[in-house]
């Protein structure tokens, strides 16, 4: 079983930057792909960013692309979702989630497709 675990939520203004982290337990973390996903009150949970377990593959949402931008240091175990210019309309609580695969070249943007998720935290932009 696979734990993650999100960190580096908060409440910025727009304009502001946060950097979020997704920490996983187990001992094949390259062996991941990772993707965050986001949903705000009212609103289905819309996908954000994914990367490869190898890191060399990324993909974005066209809402968050050149703002946002997502890595992973695999001696580490994490995923991170730096955000910058943050916009009132990116408030969600954002989680990542993790799927294994053996092709470690992949991307997954559909939720549906991972198997593993964190509980989530809070991104709130004002105004």
């Known amino acids: 079983q696979v734990q993650l675990v999100e960190s580096g939520g908060g409440l910025v203004q727009a304009g502001d930057s946060l950097r979020l982290s997704c920490a996983t337990s187990?001992?094949?973390?390259?062996?991941?792909?990772m993707g965050w996903f986001r949903q705000a009150p009212g609103k289905e949970r819309e996908f954000v960013a994914a990367?490869?377990?190898?890191?060399?593959?990324?993909y974005y949402s066209d809402s968050v692309k050149g703002r946002f931008t997502i890595s992973r240091d695999n001696a580490k175990n994490t995923v991170y979702l730096q955000m910058n210019s943050l916009k009132p309309e990116d408030t969600a609580v954002y989680s990542c989630?993790?799927?294994?695969?053996?092709?470690?070249?992949?991307?997954?943007?559909?939720?549906?497709?991972?198997?593993?998720w964190g509980q989530g935290t809070q991104v709130t932009v004002s105004s």
């Open positions: 989630a993790g799927r294994r695969t053996p092709y470690s070249s992949t991307v997954y943007s559909v939720a549906g497709v991972y198997d593993y």
């Open positions: 187990g001992r094949t973390f390259s062996s991941y792909a």
């Open positions: 990367i490869s377990g190898s890191g060399g593959s990324t």
